[in-house]
């Protein structure tokens, strides 16, 4: 049998902001694939306006992925599977928390697979410690002063009160 690395996978998102349950899902991507790019959506998906624009949402999480040698970090604003392809993937990593995730990520994963069947999406279960942790969860405890230690990077943390507090 021929020699297979692992290769380069993608792990997408709006993070809006990256809380801890997301670098959780991406220092276990590093750990099993060579090259990891976190891609951040530069789109409205399904929501409305984001807090922090792109640019600020890419540098949090360089911020906390400084430390793994094979994470990159990138803003993208075409379809997944393009953007996927640019970086050379062949796989979408993405984390599940509890089955209200499955319906959304089932529709993703089939449409994903329509128009690009050579790209496989995989699913990393999240930590039990993050199962119940969202980034709309976060943004409404710091909407009404509640304490994110835990929950997200201590800098996203404070940016976050200081732009919700508003
Ligand atoms: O749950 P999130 O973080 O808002 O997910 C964002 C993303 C891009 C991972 C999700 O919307 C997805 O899987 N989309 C696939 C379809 C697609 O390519 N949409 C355009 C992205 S700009």
Redesign the pocket.
Known sequence: MADRTSGTAVC????DPVTLGHIDIITRTAEVFDNVIVGV?D?P??KQKTVFTAEQRVEFIQAEVASLGNVEVKA??????EFARENGAKTIV?GLRAISDFEYEFE?NQ??RKMAPDIESTYLMAAPQFSFLSSSGVKELAMFGGDLTGLVPAPVASRLQEALER
């Open positions: 997408p998102g709006s993070y959506v789109q998906v399904r993208f604003h075409n379809l997944l599977v993405k993703m449409l994903n």
